[in-house]
């Protein structure tokens, strides 16, 4: 049986220069650690990097998913929590972006000063209304052909039947996770935050982005780049470069 | 050919499939998700035995439930329709 952290945790990158620090990435809705895998080679000697799989795909296929934020933040702040000790920095996409924002929440009570970065890309911020109509109560075949339409999931495993019924659980909790959130605190973090929108993304733009500017109290940018909601996988060297500078600035010892 | 000998045929054609699919497997006991193996990956991977070993030869169920290359040749051997390639 593999441990908790081994269930939870896929290792992408080590560090191979101190001091270093651990960016902490949370996939899309749906989406696979092994994303971020791929950017071990784009990151900056200092930083090592670990995704957080959650239930319902790949080894963790079998279990349960979760119905609401509560259990899922439990769950993975207890996993997480070695790591929030240390000095890192929080990376999330659309879904991945509020978890992230959720996690920084946590470790600036239980651990300030640790979190020296939030990046989040492709997600609205706490108080912005949700864009489009709700996606996650559609029968399977129209949620699965918006899930096309968005890009992100590959076509090849939307078109698997047999696959399908396997991973919709997830994708669709995760989708109707992401639907219902909003701003859970009434207050923003003490982390500066970098937000990253795509130039073409109809889902998550500038106008639901620029928003999270009120949910830091330690400064704020926002960054267009090219690409639409999943620009982080199609898009990813700007993306890499925008984590380098940031982390080159922020991964050192002093303080900022 | 004895049962052993075709188990490892397929081990060793399975091991070359996960290769090719850019997963760091390079013996039986290797896991296919601790490889690096995704849900793309897995469906890849069922296409292609499903080639080899006929329809339903690895249902996905299998392959999540128990996903090491010495496991995934042993639930290809249970279903398989069409014996396993020669040679290799």
């Known amino acids: 049986m593999q441990s908790d952290h081994d269930r939870w ?7 191979s220069r101190s001091p270093s620090i651990t960016l902490i990435c949370f996939p899309y809705a749906g989406g696979s650690p092994e994303v971020f895998r791929s950017w071990a080679e784009g990151l900056h000697d200092s930083v090592e990097v ?13 279990e349960v998913v979760y119905a609401s934020w509560g259990p899922l933040l439990t769950d993975i702040i207890a996993v997480l929590s070695p790591y929030l000790e240390r000095p890192h920095a929080l990376y999330g996409h659309s879904f991945g972006g509020r978890l ?24 609205r911020s706490p108080e912005a209304p949700q864009a489009r109509p709700y ?3 559609l029968p399977d075949d129209v949620f699965r052909d918006v899930l096309l339409h968005m890009g992100g999931t590959p076509p090849e495993l939307l078109n698997d039947d047999r696959l399908m019924r396997l991973l919709l659980p997830a994708i669709r909790s995760e989708i109707r996770l992401a639907e219902l959130w909003g701003d859970r605190h009434g207050t923003g973090v003490d982390v500066p935050i970098t937000a990253m929108y795509g130039r073409a993304d109809p889902i998550d733009d500038e106008l639901s982005m620029d928003g999270w500017r009120g949910f830091s109290r330690r400064g704020f940018e926002l960054i267009e780049l090219a690409g639409g909601h999943f620009f982080p996988l199609t898009h990813r060297p700007q993306l890499l470069d925008t984590l380098n500078s940031r982390l080159g600035a922020s991964g050192g010892p002093a303080e900022l | 050919m004895s049962e052993i000998a075709n188990d490892q045929r397929v081990e060793t054609w399975l091991i070359g499939v996960c290769q090719e699919l850019g997963l760091k497997v390079t013996t039986a006991e290797d896991d296919f998700f601790a490889a690096g193996g995704t849900s793309l990956s897995a469906v890849k991977l069922i296409d292609r ?10 249902p996905p169920d299998d392959l999540f439930a128990e996903s090491s290359i010495r496991a995934v040749a042993s639930v290809i051997q249970r279903n398989q329709s069409r014996p396993a390639p020669a040679g290799s």
């Open chain 1, 50 to 62: 670990i995704a957080v799989r959650l239930p319902g795909r790949g080894p963790r296929i079998k």
């Open chain 1, 9 to 15: 945790i896929l290792r992408c990158k080590q560090a």
């Open chain 1, 135 to 137: 996606m996650h109560d």
């Open chain 2, 49 to 58: 035995v499903e080639e080899v070993f006929g329809e339903d030869a690895l």
């Open chain 1, 100 to 123: 992230a924002y959720e996690v920084a929440h946590h470790a600036g009570a239980e651990h300030p000063g640790r979190t020296r970065r939030l990046f989040v890309s492709g997600c």
